[in-house]
């Protein structure tokens, strides 16, 4: 089993700045990339980036304003994010599994962290 566990959330002001951090542990050899997902109110969790070797990938959404980046030495992927928007706000959830943009092909998730953008 691998557990993740996110941190680096709270609430900023609109064209502010968070980094969230995620720590893997337990099995991390199984892991093959890690990822960022996000839900708000009443919407489906949709993708914001991954990350394998020097291969990124980001949603439209967020390419440009959002940087993801990993510590292998630390089993740790951090997600940058700067310019935030109102549109931002969610619930950050970090992920582990196959490289992909859908939460299908992740097998481990953390348990969140709450990112809220005033206006």
């Known amino acids: 089993q691998v557990q993740l566990v996110e941190s680096g959330g709270g609430l900023v002001q609109a064209g502010g700045s968070l980094r969230l951090s995620c720590a893997a542990s337990?099995?991390?050899?199984?892991?093959?990339?890690m990822g960022w997902f996000r839900q708000a109110p009443g919407k489906e969790r949709e993708f914001v980036s991954t990350?394998?070797?020097?291969?990124?990938k980001y949603a439209d959404s967020v390419r440009g304003r959002f940087t993801i980046s990993r510590d292998g030495a630390k089993n740790t992927v951090y997600l940058q994010m700067n310019s935030l928007k109102p549109e931002d706000t969610a619930v950050y959830y970090c992920?582990?599994?196959?490289?992909?943009?859908?939460?299908?092909?992740?097998?481990?998730w953390g348990q969140g962290t709450q990112v809220t953008v005033s206006e």
């Open positions: 992920a582990a599994g196959r490289f992909g943009i859908t939460a299908r092909d992740y097998d481990y």
């Open positions: 337990g099995r991390t050899y199984s892991i093959y990339t």
């Open positions: 990350q394998m070797g020097s291969v990124s």
